[in-house]
């Protein structure tokens, strides 16, 4: 359900912005948590830096671990503010230290990507790596940024540099990132499967765990995707990614009111677009109004700070305008994103809302632009494939929408019923 999509979208919620995990000069940097840590305990942690930075002022180092730690914090918070006072601490540190600031450098890329701001973010990443060319972490916030910006091939020799300095599972997580963009599931399941035995700390297990359950509902199983987030929350049991990948598993085996659960879970832990979304949607397709409506207030309200903030919209951000807004809006917001990122899950948002918008022609260009690559999605075989039917190519249209549901039958709540029922009006029609 929506798995792709999200899966897909973890440049933003994983990777860019959870990619940067602890000190670049950490002996096991681990920079792909899957989630934050409990709200109590990243306070305590914030709270003993603060403290730090009181004793040492003049200590650039503390204040970047600060301005990281606000970063980690905001990303699992959708805290606008909180990225302000990140920016505070890190500015700080580069005005005691302006030129080879290793530790600001790469939480300025981080906080950057975490604003989606990949231009800067590939900026920040490009002076961490001058700075400290033989440390791996740099290249994997350089590796997204150029993921999130289309450029696929500079993304793939980030991540090679990074695997060749230090194959450990960050590294391997890319690799499996940038092997499931171009469609090749097998291997990227290979290595996210090599990440996980690789994985030095709970975060990275959990990341790699989330990961694979994703994997797995792409190809259909729904039965070891399933497996594979209960593993991971057996261990991790507050972890909204896991939490999510399990509601996306209990739903596809049918069991909506576990996926329920665990969808309101998630959202406890981690009140992310993604997870509102997904909740909201799976409430509506109940026919649980009321509750669905309350999910898509909070992500109206965070829409509403975020443009107060003046950072760009998200997928998630474009998708729900789309299909619960004014598509016209969405169109507005979807635009503006792509001509800042050409990341394959941002033009598949532009489709869909140039084509909720009555767009097609633009929304087909746009939709071919999201699967160039191959990228194994479900959702946006469905978005093409109602593109198809609404511009007459019902041939086209039956293929892909087949397809979408060949890939994953239990896609998304909504457009997993509307995909069938697509296909049986094509063949009614004589």
């Known amino acids: 359900m929506r798995s792709a999509a999200i899966t897909i979208a973890l440049g933003v919620v994983m990777f860019t912005v959870g990619a940067v995990g602890l000190s670049p000069s950490s002996s096991s940097t681990p920079d792909i948590p899957s989630s934050a840590p409990s709200s109590t305990g990243q306070g305590r ?29 905001a990303r699992t918070t959708a805290d ?202 799976l409430q509506q397709s109940l026919g649980h109004q009321d509750l669905a409506q309350a999910q898509y207030a909070v992500l109206r309200a965070q829409e509403t700070l975020r443009q107060a903030a003046g950072t760009p919209a998200d997928v998630d951000a474009i998708l729900f305008e789309a299909d619960h807004g004014n598509p016209r809006q969405a169109v507005t917001m979807a635009e503006s994103a792509v001509r800042e990122r050409q990341f394959v899950a941002v033009h598949d948002a532009c489709a869909w809302a140039m084509h909720r918008a009555g767009r097609d022609q633009e929304a087909l260009a746009e939709s071919d632009k999201a699967l160039a690559l191959g990228t194994p999605s479900a959702l946006f075989l469905y978005h093409r494939g109602a593109i198809h039917r609404a511009l007459g190519d019902t041939t086209a249209a039956r293929r892909d929408l087949e397809r979408a549901l060949a890939l994953e039958p239990t896609f998304h709540p909504l457009h997993a019923p509307a995909a069938r029922e697509a296909i049986r009006r094509i063949d009614e029609t004589p």
């Open 45 to 73: 942690g914030i709270e003993a830096l603060r403290e730090r930075v009181k004793r040492l002022p003049r200590d650039p180092v503390s204040w970047a671990d600060l301005g990281m730690a606000m970063v980690r914090q």
């Open 80 to 281: 606008q503010a909180a990225y302000a006072q990140a920016e505070t601490a890190l500015r700080r540190s580069l005005a005691l230290r302006p030129t080879e600031n290793l530790h600001a450098e790469f939480a300025m890329g981080a906080l950057c990507a975490a604003r989606h701001q990949f231009r800067d973010a590939l900026t920040w990443a490009r002076k961490a790596v001058a700075t400290s060319p033989l440390t791996p972490a740099p290249y994997g916030v350089l590796a997204d940024a150029h993921t999130q910006l289309g450029q696929y091939e500079e993304a793939e020799e980030a991540i090679q540099k990074m695997a060749d300095l230090r194959p450990d599972s960050s590294s391997l997580a890319r690799a499996s990132y940038a092997a499931e963009l171009r469609g090749d599931t097998r291997r990227a399941t290979t290595l996210m499967e090599r990440a996980l035995r690789a994985a030095g700390t709970p975060d990275e297990r959990a990341f790699a765990r989330t990961h694979l359950s994703s994997l797995a509902l792409e190809s259909g199983d729904a039965a070891t995707a399933l497996r594979q987030a209960q593993a991971g929350l057996a261990v991790a049991p507050r972890d909204a990614g896991l939490l999510e990948a399990r509601a996306r598993a209990h739903a596809a085996t049918g069991n909506r009111e576990q996926a329920v659960a665990d969808y309101t879970a998630a959202v406890s832990a981690a009140p992310l677009p993604q997870y509102l979304l997904g909740l909201g949607d």
